[in-house]
């Protein structure tokens, strides 16, 4: 059997040949024309895409067009639109146009293959391709190159047919989106990013805010200051289980208001004896209560973290100010340092976190307050975004008995260091050698 198609003109649609076994030839139908475009415009694609690591831009041209491709070229069709010519190539750039007759097989190896068209038989060979070639095969990449680049040709064929459909239903925005979301999923840990790729990646995620949420936000990468190590002293004699540290907390840091997560939970206990497990966190009455005392608890921001340890990914790691942190982008969700927490500081996002537009706080530091997606966990951080900034974490602020301390440990005339120079302090479970920066203390 011939490897050749059924001849053609230019402005003939190719036929189909029947079934193995008999049947004559027929019109393509609508779908075999889908099949047969996308063949040709994947080829054209992945080629421009190895060539040029990265999505070209869809064309403007595409988009505005109205007809059933762009005209222009400009969206990656070659130009094969209602302004294009009859028989324009639709291979895309980089490719030799059809001919009347051209072998189906045309751009493999040749070679006097017996192989059904497309298909390398087993005498078939493919030549070696060379050092500077400038395609995926004859380039040296890596893992994760490599499959950015084979996703990124996915990527860019779906982009392109969306452009120059006139009955797509995919808008501008959208499309914009689903690149940058594209790009920030094979982007690199925090740690190891240059300056420019953490404003690359910060400018991405403020637009993805203003197309997914309509909402501007700045997000803040300020990075730890020298010269200070955050330290936190908790009063008990003057908490009085208000709680207004928790609503400040749950509104600064942008958590879930569906789940109703806390990175801080207060517990009212008896008089007498400070006991975690008779304690109750979620009381709902009036306060203080009488005969009762309260005790706030949250991420200690430990010199020594267990949870940083246990991390198979690096994904969380303690800052030089001391501020334990998590990359959510970076985290797998094992949660491997929940169970090492011995302190019950980390959340785990079971499903996609809700913050309503009009209560999202728009300043944001990447490694706090910033969205985050299910299937990651989450901290305090003692409001890096506010911190770094030289402001209070809001729980302290909000405070309005003054039951919290919040300062730099290594200025001797911090409010912080006159505690623990003059106060009775303890931490919670100190046998464990985790040295929490988070202190108790009583008048």
Wanted: aromatic letters at 8%; hydrophobic letters at 30%.
């Amino acid at each position: 059997m011939s490897a050749e198609g059924p001849s053609r003109d230019s402005t003939t649609p190719p036929s189909v040949a029947g079934r193995p076994g008999g049947g004559e030839s027929r019109e393509m139908t609508f779908e075999d024309v889908l099949r047969y475009v996308g063949r040709q415009e994947t080829e054209a694609k992945f080629e421009a895409v190895t060539r040029t690591p990265g999505p070209p831009e869809v064309g403007a041209a595409a988009r505005g067009s109205g007809g059933s491709g762009c005209g222009s070229g400009g969206c990656g069709c070659a130009g094969t639109g209602d302004g294009a010519a009859p028989g324009a190539s639709r291979r895309g750039p980089g490719l030799a146009p059809e001919q009347p007759g051209e072998p189906v097989s045309a751009g493999l190896p040749s070679g006097g293959s017996s192989s059904p068209a497309g298909v390398l038989g087993p005498t078939d060979t493919v030549p070696a391709p060379e050092a500077d070639s400038g395609t995926l095969l004859g380039k040296n990449v890596d893992r994760r190159q490599a499959l950015k680049m084979l996703f990124g040709a996915a990527a860019v064929t779906t982009q392109a047919a969306s452009a120059c459909s006139p009955a797509s239903l995919v808008a501008e925005e959208e499309r914009e989106a689903k690149l940058l979301e594209w790009e920030e999923y094979f982007k690199g840990n925090f740690q190891r990013m240059t300056d420019e790729e953490k404003a690359d990646t910060i400018r991405r995620l403020e637009r993805l805010a203003q197309i997914r949420q309509g909402v501007d936000i700045s997000i803040d990468a300020t990075e730890a200051q020298p010269g200070v190590v955050y330290g936190y002293a908790f009063n008990i004699s003057k908490c009085m289980g208000y709680r207004n540290c928790v609503d400040a907390c749950i509104k600064e840091n942008n958590l879930d208001r569906e789940s109703g997560a806390q990175y801080i939970r207060i517990f009212e206990m008896e008089g007498g004896e400070m006991d975690f497990d008779d304690g109750d966190a979620t009381y709902h009455h009036e306060v203080p209560a009488e005969g009762h005392f309260y005790v706030g608890t949250q991420c200690f921001q430990c010199a020594n973290p267990p949870c940083v340890e246990v991390c198979p990914v690096s994904a969380t790691w303690q800052e030089p100010d001391g501020i334990t942190v998590v990359d959510y982008d970076w985290c797998i969700g094992c949660r491997y340092c929940m169970a090492a927490c011995p302190y019950w500081a980390r959340r785990f996002n079971w499903s996609e976190p809700e913050v309503p537009a009009e209560e999202l706080n728009p300043n944001q530091h990447y490694l706090g307050n910033r969205a985050r997606k299910n299937g990651v966990v989450e901290k305090c951080t003692f409001c890096i975004q506010r911190t770094r900034q030289g402001r209070l974490p809001a729980c302290a602020e909000a405070c309005p008995t003054g039951a919290r301390v919040f300062g730099n440990l290594l200025d001797p005339n911090s409010e912080i260091r006159w505690v623990l120079e003059n106060k009775q302090v303890f931490r919670l479970k100190e046998e464990l050698h985790t040295e929490p920066r988070f202190w108790y203390f009583m008048d």
